[in-house]
């Protein structure tokens, strides 16, 4: 019995580790995402804002309803 309970026990160790190691890789995919995010909001940073003036001149807005 006492045999039993030990191999229990471990098995449940085993679980706790692994929820560990998820939770540290849905971390860095998180940090990924976010890096790759800023990237492109760096890279295209002044030309947001001419796409979406483009945009909104191209549906017919007047530009006082484009700013």
Do not use: H, P, Q, W
């Amino acid at each position: 019995m006492i045999e039993y309970l030990s191999i229990m026990l471990n098995a449940r160790r085993s679980k706790l580790d692994e929820r560990g190691a998820s939770a540290v890789e849905y971390g860095l995919l998180i940090a990924g995402i976010a890096a790759v995010i800023v990237i492109v909001v760096i890279a295209l940073g002044g030309r947001i804002s001419d796409i979406f003036s483009n945009t909104c001149e191209s549906i017919g807005g007047t530009s006082a309803s484009c700013n």
